[in-house]
């Protein structure tokens, strides 16, 4: 079992918590996790696994013991967790850190794993497509903010919070943008070149668009410096999909 143990798993986006097949999608995201058990060195959770998540000093919300318990299997026997936080689950503090002793990341960094250096992300608010979002996130990332909305009773904010994430998911399909939009029109590959002009990494790594993308990326054509390669995990509500990471190759993976 010793040297097996090398590969780098990336999952996003499974909004736990919302739709009918939610259930479901938790159960086959944990034979997923579970298949990660015997070779997994590190396993990277992208953000949004939880349609919406409060972490409270006391209580914890219903849901999703499966996959937390999944993570807690897994952390035991010795796997990695890093979780970067998405624009759903936002608010969990230090609830993994604690439980699992997951890394917890709330902006997109370069890691390094086997010598190899990955820009990884969830991926919201990329390359400066939207200013009243930006705003947004400064409100619910605001301490004060948080702290009020921890002293409201959970029977009035988890409705309010709730619709307000099916909002988000409804304008997702209706700007249909399930489709690569053009490198000029996607925040996270306009991103990923801006940070190629500041650093050296090998990989980028990004959620959030519920898309599997597999690409290279150059930043600038009359340049020498290699491409990146650019992955987007995709999800686990349509498309299942994930990415894997060992000895020099990272691939996008689909579960049928
Ligand atoms: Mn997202």
Known sequence: MSDIRNKLYFVSDAHLGSG????????????????????AKRLVLLGDMFDFWFTYKHVVPRGHV??????????DAGVEIHYYIGNHDMWLFDYLENEVGAVMHSEPDIVEFD??????????????????????????????CQR???????????PIAQRWSDSNKL???????????????????????ERMQQERFDYAVFGHRHT????DIQNNPSTLITPIKYVNTGDWLDHRSYAV????????????
């Open 20 to 39: 009918d097949d939610s259930r479901e999608r938790e159960l086959s995201l944990c034979r997923l996790l579970d298949t990660m058990k015997a070779d």
């Open 66 to 75: 499966r996959l937390l318990g999944k993570l807690a299997e897994l952390a």
């Open 115 to 144: 010598g190899r250096r990955f820009l990884i992300g969830h991926g919201d608010g990329l390359g400066g497509f939207d200013p009243g979002y930006d705003r947004l996130k400064k409100v619910f990332r605001n301490r004060a």
């Open 148 to 158: 009020m909305f921890a002293l409201l009773p959970p029977k009035l904010t988890f």
């Open 171 to 193: 304008k997702h399909q209706r700007e249909g943008l399930q489709h690569y939009l053009g490198d000029d029109r996607e925040g996270i590959v306009i991103y990923i070149k």
């Open 212 to 215: 599997p993308l597999l690409m």
């Open 245 to 256: 990471y060992s000895e020099g190759n990272l691939e996008l993976r689909e579960v049928n």
